[in-house]
């Protein structure tokens, strides 16, 4: 449905039509509410990593799987993909669509 931007404005039956700005702001702020997240300090210094830090003491814990049958390694941007995305392959260097795009 189009809309004429330039057509004055119809007042609505549910606002009133002179209705002060400190009304309007007294109406608000007793409709909303405020949430309120109670965080001590020691906490806030503990949830941020800066860039740079010390993480030599902690260890990942993830599964390597070698590469299967139907994957290979584009030689462009060495990532493992799919055999469907293999774009071209040249002396035994296989590379992807994206990076052949």
Do not use: W
């Amino acid at each position: 449905m189009a809309t004429d931007y330039d057509a004055p404005r119809v007042a609505q039956e549910d606002q009133p039509v002179n209705e002060s700005l400190e009304a309007i702001k007294a109406k608000h702020s007793a409709n909303s509410q405020t949430a309120v997240i109670d965080v001590e300090e020691s906490d806030l210094a503990d949830g941020f990593e800066l860039p740079g830090a010390d993480l030599s003491h902690e260890e990942l814990q993830i599964q390597v799987v070698p590469q299967q049958q139907d994957e290979f390694t584009c030689m462009n941007c060495f990532l493992v993909r799919h055999r469907s995305q293999l774009a071209r392959e040249h002396n035994g260097a296989m590379y992807c669509s994206e990076c052949e795009s």
